[in-house]
């Protein structure tokens, strides 16, 4: 190997299937807690399964980064198990959804440079986060070239981001956002409108205003895709929260393969993970593709 690439735990990668595209299958943690109780972050199933049950109401989800600590545990195991000339590269959350873990990390991989002066230790911003940070590492990992923080700066700025919610009542207590939107976000839950979210390569999670019903927005993302997608994207990414939410993904694949003629195959369905699920709900809904223009 050239490199070894490891990222955290809002990527939406299982273990096996880090193991199936050649990353690194230990992740950097972030820890959830709920009323102060932990909770585990590697059962997505079970995670959502409560969110709908209620047992975990809107406010009560906190995340915080894994620490220093959860750091060394990874970077000690990288270490130990490759060899000197193979260069570590983080390729992490974008800073604009988790400065805690993106600073965390950048002064990890400076301590570890220091202490083993005979390695090299990258740090990426992948401008991503959710399944579309999944989507840049399988990227990222077929990379063989000499450069590669050029190529992941240039593959960031064209990961597109798509996002919905029909229930943005775990968003507006998430304390990301001012009471202005926090009002305006309970007030398009009861009206059950979904707004067409987007996160810039370079911003935050952005709205535009764009609010639909029912199917609209799958129409309009096939739509999109049909336009935008890059002659050398090679799949796509789904991404979900609850039982509800896995359904409506499914029939957005479907109306990928009969719209625009995607193959099952080229199409990825995941779990938005436990650590993203905490500010979203269990109703949200993505997509991840990579696209011709920057995003």
Not at 99 to 122: C, D, H, I
Not at 129 to 141: E, R
Request: aromatic residues 12%.
């Amino acid at each position: 190997m050239k490199y070894v690439i490891f990222s955290d735990t809002t990527c939406d990668l299982t273990p096996d299937e880090c193991v199936t595209y050649g990353i690194w299958p230990k992740l950097f943690a972030q820890n959830i807690t709920c009323y102060s109780q932990d909770i585990p972050v590697d059962d997505p199933e079970s995670f959502y399964r409560h969110l709908e049950n209620g047992d975990y109401p809107p406010g009560e989800l906190k995340t915080s980064s894994g620490g220093y600590d959860s750091a060394m545990q990874v970077l000690n195991d990288i270490v130990e198990h490759t060899d000197d000339d193979v260069v570590v590269v983080y390729a992490g959350v974008s800073p604009h959804m988790s400065s805690g873990t993106a600073t965390m990390m950048q002064l990890a991989l400076e301590s570890y440079a220091e202490m083993y002066p005979y390695r090299k230790f990258v740090y990426i911003d992948t401008k991503c986060v959710s399944n579309g940070q999944a989507t840049f590492l399988q990227y990222l990992a077929k990379y063989n070239g000499d450069d590669i923080e050029a190529y992941a700066d240039e593959l960031g700025k064209h990961i597109v981001h798509l996002f919905t919610q029909s229930d943005l009542s775990y968003s507006a207590k998430s304390g990301r956002y001012n009471i202005i939107k926090r009002i305006a976000m309970m007030a398009l839950s009861k009206l059950k409108l979904s707004p067409w979210m987007y996160f810039p390569s370079d911003s935050k999670l952005d709205m535009q205003g764009k609010l639909r019903h029912g199917d609209t927005i799958l129409r309009e993302w096939v739509n999109y895709y049909i336009e935008h997608a890059a002659d050398d994207n090679e799949f796509i990414r789904i991404g979900y929260g609850g039982s509800v939410s896995q359904r409506r993904a499914e029939k957005f694949a479907q109306m990928l393969e009969e719209r625009a003629g995607v193959t099952r195959d080229k199409i990825q369905m995941a779990y938005v993970s436990p650590v993203v699920g905490a500010h979203t709900g269990e109703t949200v809904l993505s997509f991840f593709f990579k696209q011709r223009d920057e995003r």
